[in-house]
Every structure is written in C-alpha cells, then in structure tokens.
C-alpha cells in the first residue's frame, strides 16, 4: 500500500483509495507525498517490453494492487495497433512518439485502457458493493476513450458532458453513437473550462450534501485529476527511451527532452514523474496552443486566466484552467499544502496568483515553454508534410512548432521526443487546409479525402462512424449539471 495525500491538506488515503475516490473531498489531487524520493531501477525497466515496463512503473506508482501483471494484460492486450503500444517514429532530426494508436486514435487511450482495470480492482480489494460512478468533463478526447474503457464494465457508470459546438464533427460523432447500458453523454452550452468547472463543483456538491449517502453509488474521475489516468501515462516517456537505445541514438544515461502539447497538465507532469523516477529526462517542454496560460505562467510566475477563451484547432488544449498544475505546485513548494491551497482559493476567488521566486526556480529547473498561434500551426502541418512527409494533426503540430523555437535557444543537443496525441484523422478539416487539400463536404468526407491525397490510412475505428446511429442528443445549460446528474441517478433533490 502507498498512501496518496490531498495536494491542500491532511488528508491521506490508500492508492487504491485514491484511485475510486478521484479527487481528495477537501478540492485538492492525491499525490504520493513521496515520490522524490522513490526507489526505482530505471535501468532494469528500460530492458523490459512495453507491457513490462507498465506493470514494473504501474507496480511502482499504486503498490497496493495485487496484480498488475494480469491488469496490465488485460487492458492492453490487442487493443492498440502495434506491441509496443506507442511506436516512435523519426521525423526529420527529431523524433515523434505517437501515443494516437489505440482504439479512438488519442492518446487518452493510453490512460482510458487502464483506469477501468485499476477501478475493478480497487473495488474488488476495497470489498465495495457501491456503483462507482464516473464523471467527465471532455475537451473532445477524454470523452470517447472513456466510454471506451468504461462502457458496460460491472459496477460502473459513466456520464460524459462536452462543449456545444467545442468538439470536431469526427469528435462529436465519436461520443454520440457510444453503445451501452451504463453510459450517458450530454452537450453543454459553454466551453470545456464550464464542463471542467460544473464537475468539480458537482462532486464537492454531492459529496458535501451526502447527496449520494444511502444510494448504492459513489463518485470517481476519469479526469486526470485521478492519478489512474496519470500513472499510466508514465510508461511511454519510458518506451521512447528504451526506442532511442535500441536505435543506437543515445547511450544510457544521456538526456533525452520531450515537447509535449499540453493542456490540462497531466501528460507532461507524466513526464516529471519519470524524471523523478529516474529516467535521464533533459528538458520537459510544455507546449500551448493560443490559449497560451502556461506559457505565461512558466515565464513569469503569474498565473492569470483573466483573458479570453479561444477556440483553436487543437481544441483539446483550449484550456484556461489547467488542474494538474496543481500537482507539480505541490512538489515545486516541497509538500506545503497551505501554499497550494492558498493559490487555488485565489485563482478560483480572482482569476489569478503568482508564485514565490523560489517555487517558479524549482519549476524553471525542469521545465521549459512556448506557445504556437493558429497560423503557425497551419504552416507547422504543411512544412511536416512537404519537407518529412509526416502527416500530424493539430495538436502535435504546436508541440513540433514550439520544438523548432526551443531547439533555437537552447544548450546542447540532446534528442527530441515530440509527443504525438492524435490522428490526423480526428481533425481533418485543419489538416487538410494546411496541406493545401480542398475542404468540401462533411468531415467524413473530408477524412476520405485526406486519405486519398496524402496516401495515408483512415484509421478503422473512425471510417465506420459516419453511418452509426446517433443515440444521445441530450443539450444543456452550464448551470443544470448538477441536476442533469442526479436525474440520471434517479436521486431525489
Ligand atoms: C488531452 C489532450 C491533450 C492535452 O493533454 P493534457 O494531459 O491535458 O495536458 C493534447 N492533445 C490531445 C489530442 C489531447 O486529447
């Protein structure tokens, strides 16, 4: 067992705990208020296959499950397209690891294969007879590897809410024709910061009003507010490495930095962790599309989501709110929970604070940033594919934009990793634009049409979407969340 404290206060729960329960009562993240000093062999995991590496790095972070091997297993097991479930490809001088092959074609498959495995687990150790009920706020691609994970696993319920008109058609379509007893999907009129913000506010709601006492049913997070969903992110910063070693790249014990394209902060923290855990990781470079928060924050200490939300297209890092930078407060203030309390009330109370000298060096040591507009994301696309012949969506085009910028000024020349967290195909209109393709018809039409020009595959699980039936139309305001929850638990008000 590993205890997993609250990130703004006393509270201690039990790994397993942590993971059903998703989010700490008192509004902070569990975190293992140890994890610096974590006892790891590095070397011995980077000899492993992917699966191996999962259960060794998985058996690390929540010692408390008795057997990963098999929870490892089963959730990756034939689900993504190749072995080593996040292949690394070279691209031009740099290297790009694509974390976009598993069944919805984002990288939250990574997470979404497992997290149903440890919650089934921790359930069946915890001895607990309640439903675990799921809720999830999605900027598009949290929602469908979700359901994915989720849909008809014993025990569990899910309830997915997503931004009207905040989605991809491709996105939309992913979600609304999701099959099964135990699932629920809802559009919100609002942005993904609302959706993100109307469920944390229902399950402090809930949770203090008991709302749920008596019930049967209990709250969790698919978010990567829970440290499920985190954990297993670790993994590929470990995959790439041992790639880079294999291809005679680097020799163990050379940095190795990864520019990853961040929203919500739970994949590069991912990274951190590895860091801590050992692996010779340089630099972790965050990179932000327009809505360009962290960028400011890592720069200057101050973070300030007073501004205006904007859509882009890499719509799953438009982000004003991002939760798990909380985490990394935690550590970068070396465990004061008063000091991370104290920014989240500000932040939620004015919109904004700034940290300490101190906590913003402790940061700057690991990480770096930059932020990529929408018109340098296009051109981003297009140079890719003419000069590499490498089609990246959106998203991973800012990572590979900001990589350009960072390998400018920065020492030294280590490898580059660019994370990769979705296909194309997820966003075919912009990808399409920016590689000079005509944009007519429908998304799916489009899809057809990438295909064809860049002589790439469509991937399976989105070539089939456009003629399943549509089975959950629910829309509403921002402010009946709470209420859209508990009818469909049948509570009574
Ligand atoms: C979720 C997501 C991100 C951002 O990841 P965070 O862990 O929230 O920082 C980036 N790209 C895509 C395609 C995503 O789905």
Redesign the pocket.
């Known amino acids: 067992m590993m205890n997993y404290q609250s990130t703004r206060g006393k509270i201690v729960v039990s790994d397993t705990r942590a993971v059903l329960q998703g989010m700490a009562p008192d509004g902070g993240l569990f975190i293992d208020p140890e994890i610096k000093n974590i006892d790891f062999d590095w070397e011995k995991c980077l000899r492993l296959d992917s699966l191996g590496m999962a259960r060794m790095i998985l058996s690390a972070l929540l010692p408390g499950y008795k057997n990963m091997e098999e929870l490892v297993r089963k959730a990756y097991t034939g689900k993504f397209q190749t072995d080593d479930l996040t292949p690394l490809v070279p691209v031009g001088e740099d290297y790009v690891l694509e974390l976009f092959r598993g069944p919805t074609s984002?990288?939250?498959d990574v997470a979404l294969s497992m997290l149903p495995q440890l919650m089934t687990a921790a359930r069946a150790q915890e001895g607990i007879k309640d439903e675990t009920v799921i809720l999830t706020a999605t900027?598009?691609?949290?929602g469908k590897a979700a359901l994915e994970g989720f849909h008809d696993v014993e025990g569990t319920r899910i309830i997915v809410f997503y931004p009207h008109n905040g989605v991809s058609a491709v996105q939309k379509a992913q979600m609304v024709t999701q099959t099964g007893a135990n699932v629920k999907v809802c559009a919100v009129r609002g942005n993904f910061d609302d959706c993100q913000q109307g469920v944390k506010k229902a399950f402090g709601e809930i949770n203090t009003k008991g709302l749920l006492t008596g019930s049967g049913m209990s709250l969790s997070s698919a978010n990567?507010i829970n440290i499920g969903r985190l954990a297993p992110q670790v993994v590929y910063y470990f995959i790439a490495y041992a790639k880079l070693l294999g291809l005679g790249r680097i020799k163990k014990g050379d940095l190795v930095d990864y520019v990853v394209?961040?929203?919500?902060?739970?994949?590069?923290l991912a990274g951190y962790f590895a860091k801590l855990m050992g692996l010779p990781v340089g630099r972790l470079v965050c990179a932000s599309n327009a809505n360009r928060v962290l960028t400011d924050f890592l720069n200057t200490g101050v973070y300030d989501r007073r501004r205006d939300f904007i859509r882009t297209s890499s719509p799953?890092?438009d982000i004003l709110v991002s939760s798990n930078l909380e985490r990394l407060l935690y550590l970068a203030a070396e465990g004061d929970t008063a000091y991370v309390s104290a920014c989240m009330e500000a932040l939620a109370k004015d919109g904004v604070y700034q940290v300490s000298d101190k906590v913003l060096q402790n940061i700057r040591r690991d990480f770096s940033a930059g932020c990529c507009s929408e018109a340098e994301t296009e051109k981003t696309i297009g140079r890719v594919w003419r000069d590499c012949a490498y089609l990246c969506d959106p998203?991973t085009a800012v990572a590979f934009a900001v990589a350009e910028e960072y390998k400018k000024q920065r020492q030294g020349g280590a490898p580059v990793v660019v994370l990769s967290?979705?296909s194309p195909y997820k966003f075919p209109a912009a990808v399409l634009k920016a590689i000079g393709g005509g944009t007519e018809g429908d998304e799916f039409a489009q899809m057809e049409t990438l295909s064809r020009i860049t002589n790439t595959p469509i991937p399976q699980n989105l070539s089939g979407l456009r003629s399943r039936e549509v089975l959950h139309k629910d829309l509403i305001d921002k402010d009946d969340m709470l209420n859209y929850i508990l009818d469909t638990l049948n509570i009574r008000k």
């Open positions: 984002a990288f939250k900027s598009g691609d949290t990567s394209p961040t929203g919500n902060f739970g994949d590069i799953s890092m998203h967290t979705a």
